[in-house]
Nanobody, 127 residues
């Protein structure tokens, strides 16, 4: 079974930074599609950032130039570096994966495409 475990969340001040990690196991990272999503209470889950085994990346417009996603060389740890945090970034952050299969550009940040999810890590941005 594929397992994704997020960590690194917590409390940050506006303008501060956090680095989230997602440890992935249960699959060989030869062909994968991974993404970060976030969800605030009462709101829809929204795509934040995407990266795949071919080096493709995508970002939501509201995090461009502030957030970057990356992975280690083995492809078993996913990162989300969050800089210049804003209160509206407060949410539960999840990593998600699709293993194998196909992916199109328009599906990269859509939650329905992913069938493996971590438990989430809470990010609170407040003074």
């Amino acid at each position: 079974e594929v397992q994704l475990v997020e960590s690194g969340g917590g409390l940050a001040q506006p303008g501060g930074s956090l680095r989230l990690s997602c440890a992935a196991s249960g699959y060989t990272p030869n062909s994968y599609y991974m993404a970060w999503f976030r969800q605030a209470p009462g709101k829809d889950r929204e795509g934040v950032a995407y990266i795949d085994s071919d080096g493709g990346t995508s970002y939501a417009d509201y995090v461009k130039a502030r957030f970057t996603t990356s992975h280690d060389n083995a492809g078993n740890t996913l990162y989300l570096q969050m800089n210049s945090l804003k209160p509206e970034d407060t949410a539960m952050y999840y990593c998600a994966a699709q293993i194998g299969g196909t992916m199109t550009y328009e599906w990269r940040l859509r939650a329905y495409k992913y069938n493996y999810w971590g438990q989430g890590t809470q990010v609170i941005v407040s003074s």
